[in-house]
């Protein structure tokens, strides 16, 4: 049974941070490319940040310079480690999994609010 399971989030103010784990289970965790999606209150799910099989990575331009994606494979978790939040990162972060376009997978989200 496919299971990817992220938590981490929270309340956090402005210029904080927090660290998302996001652990997989039931697939071959090193073949797939992992990502991080976010979703705020009456918009669309975009991309934040993804890191390849090979271990390469592509941010969104909203984070760069701010979040970084890294993986461990023996541990078959990723993760997106936020620095010098803004209310605007305020979301519903998703993990998610996905192998040659084909085969994708996702977890059920945590919340994220960015606040004073």
């Known amino acids: 049974q496919v299971q990817l399971a992220e938590s981490g989030g929270g309340l956090v103010q402005p210029g904080g941070s927090l660290r998302l784990p996001c652990t997989a289970s039931?697939?071959?965790?090193?073949?797939?490319?992992m990502a991080w999606y976010r979703q705020a209150p009456g918009k669309e799910r975009e991309l934040v940040a993804i890191?390849?099989?090979?271990?390469?990575?592509n941010y969104a331009d909203s984070v760069k310079g701010r979040f970084t994606i890294s993986r461990d494979n023996a541990k078959n978790t990723v993760y997106l480690q936020m620095n010098s939040l803004k209310p605007e990162d305020t979301a519903v972060y998703y993990c998610?999994?996905?192998?040659?376009?084909?085969?994708?997978?996702w977890g059920q989200g945590t919340q994220v609010t960015v606040s004073s």
């Open positions: 998610n999994a996905k192998w040659a376009g084909v085969i994708e997978y």
């Open positions: 039931g697939f071959i965790f090193s073949r797939y490319s």
């Open positions: 890191i390849m099989s090979g271990g390469s990575t």
